[in-house]
């Protein structure tokens, strides 16, 4: 057996010019649609500034739907990378302040995990008992109370021509 090279990885070239995101940016900041741009206006401008939207459809698509997440777009119709959007007039301070907010609710949580744990197993595993107990009597009451089926009407015969 002969060892094989190692294959080396072809560094590319890292791409000239802004990215994808910034573009679409530009395009809708350049608009002056009330509505906001359709996607399909969206495109054909990324088209005009010499980007391939054929070729980089996903890219597309991911980078529109990810500025709609981050809040730098809003989306005024449609879903997902349809529809119209516009930019963000109140877009950064409040992304940075639920991220925080979200840490510290995080951090309560955990807090208070712990202090059940600590409770004795006995007291905790009685109540358990008597919560599945109450759940089996529930199921089987409402297992019997079934209303019987009324029957369907008969299908029509199909029209002869």
Do not use: C, D
Request: positive net charge; glycine residues 6%; hydrophobic residues 35%.
């Amino acid at each position: 057996m002969v060892a094989k090279a190692a294959k080396k990885k072809a560094v590319r070239p890292k791409k000239v010019g802004p990215s994808v995101t910034e573009l679409i940016i530009r395009a809708v900041s350049s608009s002056k649609e009330r509505s906001g741009v359709s996607a399909a206006t969206l495109r054909k401008a990324l088209a005009a500034g010499g980007y391939h939207v054929k070729k980089n459809k996903a890219r597309v698509n991911t980078a529109i739907k990810s500025l709609v997440a981050k809040r730098t777009l809003v989306q005024t119709k449609g879903t997902g990378a349809s529809g119209y959007f516009k930019i963000n007039k109140k877009a950064k301070p409040r992304a940075k302040k639920l991220v925080k907010k979200a840490a510290r609710k995080a951090k309560k949580h955990t807090a208070k995990k712990r202090t059940a744990a600590k409770k004795p197993k006995s007291v905790a595993a009685k109540k358990r008992a008597g919560a599945k107990k109450s759940q089996k009597k529930v199921k089987k009451a409402a297992a019997g109370k079934k209303q019987p089926r009324t029957p369907r009407r008969p299908r029509r015969a199909p029209r002869k021509l």
